[in-house]
């Protein structure tokens, strides 16, 4: 295992990766659950792989390709940005609809003057 195993396991490997890339395709799973199950896979060979210094080595060559590259981490960030932004522009909307001026917000909030403005005027638009 410790030496010939390894261009086994690329094999399997790169058939998963390849499997999971066609149903992707196919709209069978998306781009986050094909992260998934990449990382879950990584996962098991890390457990399974370690006490096997060479092989561990090749799987997690071979996986941080695979994982990294993957968009699961993209999507994950994205949402957790639009979600604090989200959050933010609901916390400048109290404070305006409390009769605090717009300086005087950014100011309380450290948020950008623009950013209050925007959101100011989205609020007025839709009165």
């Known amino acids: 295992m410790e030496t010939e195993g390894i261009d086994q396991l690329r094999a399997a490997l790169e058939e998963l990766n390849s499997s999971l890339s066609s149903l992707v395709e ?7 659950q094909r992260g998934h199950l990449l990382d879950w896979t990584q996962r098991v060979l890390d457990k399974l792989t ?4 060479n092989v561990k080595k090749g799987v997690d ?4 390709g695979y994982i990294i590259n ?28 409390k009769g605090l001026k717009p300086e005087e917000v ?3 909030g450290d948020y950008p003057l623009a950013l209050v403005k925007e959101v100011e005027s989205n609020m007025l638009s839709l009165a």
């Open 26 to 32: 196919s709209g069978d799973i998306n781009e986050a």
């Open 50 to 53: 370690v006490r096997y210094k």
């Open 61 to 64: 060559d071979l996986m941080g």
């Open 70 to 97: 993957t968009r699961t981490d993209a999507i994950l960030k994205e949402g957790r940005e639009q979600g604090r932004d989200q959050e933010q522009r609901e916390r400048i909307e109290v404070m305006l609809r």
């Open 106 to 108: 950014a100011n309380y």
